[in-house]
Each structure stands twice: as structure tokens, then as C-alpha cells.
């Protein structure tokens, strides 16, 4: 097959640095069926470092979507990450946070070392950084914070146009304080990215409380989407054990039952679907689970760290091969 | 050989969780001399984790010395870190911190998921905490603050006895501020730990500025020593290009020269010497290296990611063996 790159040899690449939720698998103090099975060393089971992705137009200079608290061993792990020129060099040039959580900000403090980069998130996730003196590692002499706004299109890397939106969520666990929780609110504190290069575009939404019309709507017609999948069953920490929350109070829609994503994404137009941030309880990452089997026969896939897509342009490869 | 464990099968174990500086070995970012082979794939070059080290008096209860961000991984690679029992539980009853520096605080993060420990440190660097609320994540239902004064033996587990003292160094980076920096200054922000079980003495200092007479007097005499041995050379890392200090401005008694460690300790009574904390640019790193060959000619062992230390009883044993 003839692949044919864009003008400027653009396609639009994504490294899945970490496949799992806050914690990764396995998690330190866990003991759940899964955990258990990793600490005994049972085959089948593959550990997941946390929460981030890696996305390119030109497979040189890398977006960060997510800093998890394991990125130091993620970029030793991919190729990709490491620096290739000079003394100081990385091929990571922006950041971008989709929200507050640990699982997702405190990986930036692996990212100091006098190396610039931009760092992307709403004004309202920039306050909590603003709020924590550790980040103040990031030396704004290399560093600078930029702050995106909701649905406004930013080019953050030369033909990688990245555009924020809403998603049903809650504030970040550190920051809950003592009152009820709203865990379907809809703000700047937990967004979903659209990534488009190269003719594509990709969807990242690592945390989603629930699919509303209108986000499906957006999501329609998509070439890739990476989504929220944290749990299969809402009450799975409670069955397990291990926890007492529901993956709706964590803002986290579930994969099965008549409110999860299996149901309502069914029939939804999309490329290629890939559930991303997947927790430790999940019975999704047990090899032969009846729970991964309906996952792949509802046609998703399951992220695991390494895992690579490179999107090749449809309609540029169709002419090719016309020719 | 005859080995006779105390009344309660008591033996001071020491498992070096991280040999690493800040930003471990490679630095994410960093292209030195030992960093650029490393990414090359060269032999003879062992990564390093950051800087952490757990200690324990009977092989079941650990106290963990400084929380570094790699320690998710570091839990994973060390059996002796695993859960063993329950639906949650960890080995690790207390964490104690002997600066505010990120290598040795970000770990705190990890530890969340309501696991009970002690969070042990002096009430400054304590302080240092209170400012982030990034630490919040550690719930005060399961994790205790508690505040360790100079010089004032503390028995932090069963038959585990600490006593924090000041040595010379600094504030933390994120902390320095604009001004002038004292880097041998002697207070509550770097201290030195010594940990007495089973009738034996380690002592464990990752960072330190100088050794003063009075340090040299408290360390003699000592079974085991873990030491700052953050760079060889007190330029080293503008030699190598990749910065701008020196291991004095950063607060680190170099290796070599006529201040240095080596010259130091040179005829100090102490039963085993290991460095600890060490940079990425720092030459005993690799396998021939001249600098190595220097060091152990000196009497020290260097530090590996996963060595651990199990202290005999020399006087018990030595009274088995003559019975």
C-alpha cells in the first residue's frame, strides 16, 4: 500500500506514555483481585503506569497531554521522549492538562531542568499550579504558562491545532473539600481536547462524568478517540473491597449498564476507539475476562503503555493509489 | 558462619530504594557525557531511581527515608515494599523527610488511597508541606504529621530509634527566592538521620554541605554510613555543559579535592561507607571510570538501585561463634 504524507511529511502520531487511572496498576497498597494477581506474579496481567498521552504532526516535536507522576520512567520507556541534540534537548515542546488531578499534574515537576516548553490548561487549572509552590520548579524563564480558552482553536505546535471543551466532571479529589461534590458539573475544571493535524482528527478525554447529546454530537465523525476507562462496573471499588466510591462519584462514567459508555456509544460514527485511564480495579485488564471480551466486541480497544497510532491521511492514500 | 538475631530476631536491614539525585540517572532531558551513553544504549551504565532509602528492624515494618517521585516504581521493583495481606496494607509505617527538595517530597503523592503512616519531619519542612496543597491528597484520618525536634531520639517504629540533627546545606531550590543564597547553613531545613536498632548505628546523609568536627565526631564510630555523593567534582556539571553550579552552590560536598568527602572521612572509624544521592554527571557512574577506581580505593562503596544492607550483631555473633 501506498501511504502518502501531507505537504510537510505531516501525520498525526499518538504514544500512549500510561494507560492507567490515578494510582496505575498496580497500585502501591492494593490488594484488590487484579493488584493481588500482579503482586503474585500470575501471568496475563500487564502493569500500566498513569494517565498520559503523546500526540505529533510530524513525529519530532511532541505535545504532552497529561503529566503523570510517572513520567520520568515513560520517557525512558519510549524512544520517542528522549533528547537527541546537544546537552539539553526533549522532544516534548508543549504540555497540555485536561484537569487538576494528581494523576495528571504531578509529573511536571519531572520537567525542570532549565528546559522550555510551553504549559497549556484553562486559567481555572493554571490556579491550582498557581496554588502549589512545588511547580515553581518549572523556572518561568524556560517555561511559559499559556491559558486556553474554552472552544477557541490554539496551533501549540506548527500543524497541531488543539481545541478545548467542557466535559461532565468534578473538581479535582485534593480540592473537594467537605461539602457535597458536584460530579457532573460542567466548567473549566475538567476539559476534553480535540486534536487536529494533518486532515485528522483525535479526541482525548481521559475523564467524563456522563455523554450528553451534544458531546456526542462533537465526537461524531472522529478518526480516533481516546476515552474514560476507569471502571467497568459503577460500583466496582465497593465489590471489590477496596474502596467505597462509585465511578460516578469520581466523575467517571462506567463502561457497562444503561448509562455506560459501551451503551452510549453504540451506533456513534468513529475511526477507532480506545478506552484510555483505566483503574487498577478494572476487569477489563484481566487477559480473559468476559468483561474484556464484550469491550472488543463492542468494538473498542483497550490502551496499554506503548501502545502507538499513527493516522495515515484517508483521502491522500486513496489518490495515491488511484494514480 | 554462626548469625544470632536479637531477643526479637531484631537486624537493622537498610534497602536503597533510589541511588539517584534529583531527576534520577538519566535526567529526562539531559544529554552529559553518562546520560548521552546511556540513551545510546551504551553497557557498563546502570539507571538509578531518585534518592530513598528504607530501613527496617525486624524485615516487616519499614520506615521509608524521603519520599522520592519515582517511588511508585521503586514499591513495584522491591518485594519487600509489596502488600502482603488484606485488601489494602503496606509495609511502609512511617515516612520520614530530611529536606524540603522535590526529589525527596513529590513521592508523598503516591502514598495516597487511605493508608495509614506516620509522616515524620522536622516542624519546618513540615512547613513546607502545609504550603502545597497538592499534600492535601494525604488524608489526616489515615496519615499522621508528626514533627521530630532536633537531637531528640525518637523511636518511630518498634525497637527503631531516630535522632535527626542539622547538617550543613540549604533551603530548597523552589524556595531559594531572588537573593543570595547561604548554602552551609545549619537548621531545621537539611538534616542528617541516625537510626539505632538491634544495638547497631546507620546514619543517612543524602545532602550535605560540609563536615564540620562536631559531624565528624557524631559519625565515628558508626556500622553504616549512607553519604552524600551527589557529584565528583565540584564543577562537574559545568564541565559537562548541562549547568551552571557547582555541587558547593547546590549545597554538596564533592568527592574529590581537598574539601571533599573522600578527603573527608579519609582514617574516620566507620564500619561500611556508601554513597548515596548521586547526579547523573557524576563519573563513578561508569563501570571503568578512573573516579570509580578512586573511590573504592577509598574504603566507599557506591550505591545501586535495589542493595541492601543487613547489619549483623557483631558482638552476639562474635559470642555464638565462641561459645
Not at 67 to 77: E, F, K, T, V
Not at 88 to 100: E, F, M, W, Y
Not at 115 to 127: M, P, R, V, Y
Not at 231 to 236: A, F, R, S, T
Request: glycine share 12%; hydrophobic share 45%.
Amino acid at each position: 500500500m501506498i501511504e502518502m504524507r501531507g505537504a510537510a511529511g505531516a501525520q498525526l502520531r499518538a504514544l500512549v506514555l500510561g494507560a492507567g487511572a490515578g494510582g496505575g496498576f498496580p497500585q502501591w497498597n492494593c490488594r484488590c483481585r487484579n493488584c493481588a494477581s500482579f503482586w503474585a506474579g500470575e501471568a496475563g496481567l500487564a502493569p500500566m503506569s498513569q494517565s498520559s498521552l503523546a500526540v505529533s504532526a510530524d513525529g519530532e516535536n511532541w505535545l504532552l497531554l497529561n503529566a503523570s507522576p510517572d513520567l520520568r520512567q515513560q520517557i525512558i520507556n519510549a524512544s520517542q521522549m528522549h533528547p537527541r541534540a546537544g546537552k539539553r534537548h526533549s522532544p516534548i515542546k508543549a504540555v497540555l492538562l485536561t484537569n487538576g488531578d494528581l494523576d495528571h499534574i504531578a509529573g511536571l515537576i519531572t520537567l525542570r531542568e532549565k528546559q522550555g516548553f510551553d504549559l497549556l490548561a484553562t486559567e481555572e487549572i493554571h490556579s491550582v499550579l498557581r496554588a502549589n509552590p512545588v511547580f515553581e520548579a518549572l523556572d518561568p524563564e524556560f517555561v511559559s504558562r499559556k491559558p486556553i480558552a474554552l472552544e477557541a482553536p490554539s496551533e501549540v505546535l506548527p500543524g497541531l491545532t488543539v481545541t478545548l471543551f467542557a466535559v461532565p466532571g468534578k473538581v479535582p479529589l485534593f480540592l473537594e473539600g467537605e461539602g457535597p461534590v458536584d460530579t457532573s458539573a460542567v466548567g473549566e475544571f475538567t476539559v476534553g481536547v480535540e486534536i487536529a493535524a494533518a486532515g485528522q482528527r483525535l479526541f482525548y478525554i481521559p475523564g467524563c462524568a456522563a455523554l450528553p447529546a451534544d458531546l456526542a454530537a462533537r465526537l461524531s465523525g472522529a478518526d480516533l478517540l481516546f476515552f474514560d476507562g476507569t471502571v467497568y462496573h459503577d460500583d466496582e471499588m465497593i465489590r471489590e473491597g477496596v474502596g467505597h466510591k462509585t465511578g460516578a462519584r469520581m466523575g467517571h462514567m462506567a463502561m457497562a449498564g444503561p448509562g455506560g459508555s459501551l451503551a452510549a456509544f453504540s451506533g456513534l460514527p468513529i475511526g477507532r476507539k480506545i478506552f484510555i485511564h483505566i483503574n487498577n480495579t478494572n476487569p477489563v485488564l484481566r487477559a480473559g475476562s468476559t468483561e474484556r471480551a464484550a469491550v472488543r466486541a463492542a468494538g473498542w480497544e483497550i490502551a496499554c503503555d506503548g501502545l502507538e497510532v499513527a493516522l495515515t491521511r484517508q483521502d491522500q492514500s486513496a489518490q495515491a493509489q488511484g494514480r
